[in-house]
């Protein structure tokens, strides 16, 4: 089979590779799309902690079941489906307590050991597969992993009816966390980026304010819309660590800070006083538990969350390393670009 091979750092390559064949308890999917997350884009630049070339990334996707294990019981062939992209071991007492995203064994879908969507098929245990409602794109479809993120996000974040939150970061999981945040019953949302075209997305969705950083300072934004108050939370989805102070600063006595962005640089806290007196917490977010990815696919499904509207280009998989480029680069305003077979 055909697939994008991230060959080297910043380097990807169209080659013929194996192609997979399922053991007893997996299925194998015919991948239709596959979208381009920053995770992927760490590992282009060479940032990211495990992702590494040679790798056939592509973890968020959907697709086709084409054939079955022995074992499988709960898909057949012809199944749409999408998938949580966490392999995990079920028995260390992460898994056994409820954990499953704290696996220390964890191999995420689009690395070495497990290659991933950008190839035309792949294989997933039936455990960590999800169909698909009819009326659900294939595109739309590949969404249901990064909004099960901003799922995860707000929870780590204890939103609920009535909180308040600023988010920092507007590309696809920011907005992923916006939407969640609202759902949740967030009644005062504020999103900060560095892009006009990003913050425009938000204010469809029905941001409170936005904050363009290059423009505004956030932290007097969030003052101004909260009477000085402050927010009950802050969500941190761009690696940034100046990001990290500004939602020390922002939050309340006992609000939290949630950390879902990548990190390249150590985050650096000069004064912890603030952090001590008001009890504030920074609390990790990492990727999502199977009730979040359930939670975004009702989402999606029953139209509450339009993830739409967040996939800006849609991309033949033969124009990979294109595709990367623009998002690096930013050669063309963009928020979601998904690849296709």
Same mark, same amino acid.
């Given at each position: ?42 590992? $282009? ?56 995203? &704290? ?14 969507? $950008?190839?035309? $098929?792949?294989?997933?245990?039936? &455990? ?9 794109? $294939? ?34 999981? !920011? ?30 969705? !029905? ?20 009477? !000085? ?113």
């Amino acid at each position: 089979m055909k697939a994008a091979v991230l060959r080297d750092y910043y380097k990807m390559l169209i080659e013929e590779v194996p192609e997979p064949e399922p053991q007893p308890n997996e299925l194998k999917i015919r991948v239709v799309v596959a979208g381009i997350c920053g995770s992927e884009m760490h590992a $282009y630049k060479g940032t990211h902690p495990f992702r590494r070339p040679p790798s056939i990334m592509g973890h968020e996707m959907a697709g086709d079941v084409v054939s079955v294990g022995s074992e499988v019981t709960k898909f057949a062939v012809g199944d749409r489906v999408t998938l949580d992209p966490q392999r995990v071991c079920g028995v260390c007492e992460d898994c056994l307590a409820g954990y499953p995203n &704290s696996c220390q064994k964890k191999i995420m879908l689009g690395v070495q050991q497990w290659p991933g969507g $950008y190839g035309e $098929y792949i294989v997933c245990p039936e &455990s960590q597969a999800y169909r698909l409602p009819d009326h659900v794109s $294939y595109e739309v479809g590949t969404m249901v992993e990064p909004l099960a993120v901003g799922v995860h996000g707000v929870r780590q974040a204890d939103i609920r009816p009535g909180s308040s939150v600023l988010i920092l970061g507007g590309g696809t999981i !920011g907005l992923c966390a916006l939407a969640s945040a609202i759902d949740a019953g967030a009644t005062t949302a504020i999103i900060s980026d560095a892009f006009d075209f990003n913050l425009e997305a938000a204010r469809k969705m !029905g941001v409170t304010a936005t904050v363009n950083v290059t423009k505004q300072d956030v932290n007097q934004v969030v003052s101004e819309v909260t009477g !000085g108050k402050g927010v009950d939370a802050a969500i941190v989805a761009v690696g940034m660590p100046i990001v990290v102070r500004q939602g020390l600063a922002a939050i309340k006595n006992r609000g939290v800070v949630s950390l879902i962005g990548l990190f390249d640089k150590p985050i650096v806290i000069e004064d912890t006083f603030p952090v001590i007196s008001g009890e504030r917490v920074i609390r990790g977010s990492q990727t999502y538990v199977p009730q979040d990815v359930q939670k975004a696919l009702n989402l999606i499904a029953s139209g509450r969350v339009d993830v739409q509207s967040m996939i800006t280009h849609r991309l033949p998989m033969v124009e990979a390393q294109h595709a990367f480029e623009m998002v690096d680069k930013r050669l063309e305003d963009c928020i979601k670009v998904v690849l296709t077979h």
